[in-house]
């Protein structure tokens, strides 16, 4: 028996890099959605040096398309060339070293069928190791966003709570961000916004994709390299200064600024470049005084202009303290 044709209702676009080790994971989980739609699959190999190509070799299937580019041209560049690929009403983007849960188009999709003025779905994730194994659950709900469809815009600008392998959005949405300003290869964010500036977001309360963190992920490089901060800050100049809805946000622009500045402080702190993160209190500071009153501030700069060493010594007093008090 012939398989079933693939359905134009939905594109599912792949970004792959060097990822012998989780491609297979990542399209298996694609190819083992439920629901009755048959994704088409865009694969863009960003000029892989490692067994990617031999894996994705095997991938002879119907639903998949492999557009293999001649010399690395970076995420951001590989996604405008996979949009010339796409077909579908919707399209979801998930990295290489990600996984779907099955039922992510069916709730996906029913929530986008619910809510015909949305711009996209997201949902929550789990968190997984490089081996796979599970952790916790993440995703909007952390930051306070509600099930539901709303305008999210400004929240979604404040801080960045859509969990990127979880989108499904309509392509037409989608295009408004295409193509995607050189060097903004930390990408997903801009996108986002581009989407939520001109329409409601639908918020799921269930999971729907994985997420995995390793030391080659994009997660840990885009601190390491400060590309991370500089997209940030990039993202906030255009749509601040530059958005249609610029003088809703005029008001909030300082504390916004500040915000993300007190979380790149906070990256850095926890990655140890404490240069970075004294650089970044300091700044986040300088729009926002009221941060000096949140705790967890306090403590990290007090700590970095008192010295990591004795920072460390006086957390490890604390909680010896409290664990003898229990």
Same mark, same amino acid.
């Given at each position: 028996m012939p398989p079933p044709e693939v359905s134009p209702t939905v594109s599912i676009i792949v970004n792959v890099y060097n990822g012998e080790r989780y491609v297979a994971e990542c399209l298996d989980s694609i190819l083992a959605l439920a629901g009755d739609v048959r /994704?088409?699959?865009?694969?863009? *190999?960003?000029? $892989?040096?490692?067994?990617? %190509?031999?894996? @994705?070799?095997?991938? #002879?299937?119907?639903? +998949?398309?492999i557009v293999s580019n001649e010399k690395n041209i970076g995420a951001a560049a590989s996604i405008d060339r996979a949009f010339e690929h796409v077909h579908g009403e919707f399209v979801a983007r998930i990295d290489y070293d990600d996984r779907y849960h099955q039922n992510f188009l069916v709730d996906s999709l029913a929530a986008l069928q619910a809510y015909p003025d949305a711009a996209?779905?997201?949902?929550?994730?789990?968190?997984? *190791? /490089?081996? %796979?194994?599970? $952790?916790?659950?993440? !995703?909007?709900?952390?930051?306070?966003?509600?099930?539901?469809?709303?305008?999210? &815009?400004?929240?979604?600008?404040? #801080?960045? &709570?859509?969990?990127?392998?979880?989108? @499904? !959005?309509?392509?037409?949405?989608? #295009?408004?961000? +295409?193509?995607?300003?050189?060097?903004?290869?930390?990408c997903d964010w801009y996108m986002n916004l581009t989407m939520a500036e001109a329409a409601p977001?639908?918020?799921?309360? =269930?999971?729907?994709?994985?997420?995995?963190?390793?030391?080659?992920?994009?997660?840990a490089t885009k601190i390491a390299d400060g590309m991370g901060e500089r997209v940030t800050f990039q993202v906030l100049d255009r749509f601040l200064d530059a958005s249609?809805? =610029?003088a809703e946000l005029a008001v909030h622009a300082s504390r916004i600024r500040a915000a993300h500045f007190a979380d790149w402080? *906070? =990256?850095? &702190? %926890?990655?140890?470049?404490? *240069?970075?993160?004294?650089?970044?209190? =300091?700044?986040? @500071?300088?729009?926002?005084?009221?941060?000096?009153?949140? %705790? #967890? &501030?306090q403590h990290r700069l007090a700590g970095l202009i008192a010295g990591r060493d004795r920072y460390d010594r006086v957390k490890r007093f604390a909680r010896r303290l409290l664990a003898s008090s229990r």
């Open positions: /994704p088409e699959v865009v694969v863009i *190999d960003d000029a $892989s040096t490692d067994g990617t %190509g031999n894996i @994705l070799a095997r991938y #002879r299937h119907p639903q +998949i398309t996209f779905v997201c949902a929550n994730v789990m968190m997984i *190791d /490089p081996e %796979g194994r599970q $952790s916790v659950v993440a !995703g909007p709900y952390e930051y306070g966003e509600d099930p539901g469809c709303e305008d999210r &815009f400004r929240s979604m600008l404040t #801080r960045h &709570f859509v969990t990127a392998p979880t989108i @499904l !959005g309509r392509t037409s949405h989608w #295009r408004r961000a +295409i193509p995607i300003p050189a060097a903004m290869n930390f977001v639908v918020v799921l309360d =269930k999971v729907t994709a994985d997420y995995r963190v390793h030391p080659l992920g994009m997660h249609p809805r =610029k402080g *906070d =990256k850095y &702190f %926890g990655a140890g470049l404490d *240069d970075h993160a004294l650089r970044c209190y =300091k700044s986040a @500071l300088a729009s926002d005084l009221a941060l000096l009153w949140r %705790g #967890r &501030f």
